[in-house]
């Protein structure tokens, strides 16, 4: 019998995370965040003062992280080399470090691997760019949920602003369209909805319908 994997893809800020943790939650699975474990990569990079766009820099660090991923029922805890680093990688500026050293394909592959490990021992919710159509192209469930870009950037202002950051959406909706941009240009691993998946736009939809209309799909 075959493992339980439901592949959810999307833009930034479509809601991805919030709708993955919800799935899995109901159907008392793990959830997988792989954008996390991206931003960790770009996280040691910055602390080791290597620029995460220089592919022979980054190169060397990749041998020296030791990545643990630890789900819970709230905040999936990221830990890179014995170091509780989660709180540190949330930021608009490490996500994109995280869109940028993603283009380097040995940092894809590595954690590539990682995430297959993962979903081939347990049931699991993954959410990313490209888990639909790289990472588990044979996953029996793929959603792909999107959202207005105006409407991502609001929701990460109220995000921040709610962390008690200062911050302005302009600024924000200008990095929502970059990261789009960025994402979707990639030669490898870019951001594409699997030809096979489920399209969701939840520009207009709670994060609570999201969750039905995909559990209501699966359980067909």
Do not use: W
Not at 4 to 13: C, E, H, V
């Amino acid at each position: 019998m075959s493992v339980l994997n439901i592949a959810i893809d999307g833009p930034a800020g479509a809601g991805k995370s919030t709708v993955a943790k919800a799935v899995a939650k109901s159907l008392n699975i793990a959830y997988l965040d792989t954008g996390a474990m991206y931003r960790a990569v770009a996280y040691f990079c910055v602390q080791q003062g290597v620029n995460v766009a220089d592919e022979k820099a980054v190169l060397p660090l990749l041998d020296e992280i030791e990545l643990e991923i630890q789900p819970s029922e709230s905040v999936q805890k990221v830990i890179l080399n014995g170091v509780d680093i989660t709180g540190g990688i949330r930021t608009p500026e490490m996500g994109m470090n995280a869109s940028t050293v993603s283009k380097i394909h040995a940092v894809r592959l590595k954690l590539v691997e990682m995430q297959r490990a993962i979903a081939a021992k347990s049931a699991c919710v993954l959410d990313g760019r490209d888990i639909g159509t790289l990472v588990l192209p044979n996953a029996p469930y793929k959603f792909f949920l999107t959202a207005d870009a105006k409407e991502r950037a609001m929701r990460r202002f109220k995000e921040l602003v709610a962390k008690g950051l200062e911050v302005n959406y302009d600024t924000i909706l200008a990095e929502v369209i970059a990261r789009d941009k960025q994402d979707v240009e990639k030669d490898f691993g870019a951001l594409k909805q699997a030809d096979d998946a489920i399209l969701i736009d939840s520009t207009d939809l709670q994060a609570a319908e999201v969750v039905n209309e995909i559990l209501s799909r699966i359980k067909k």
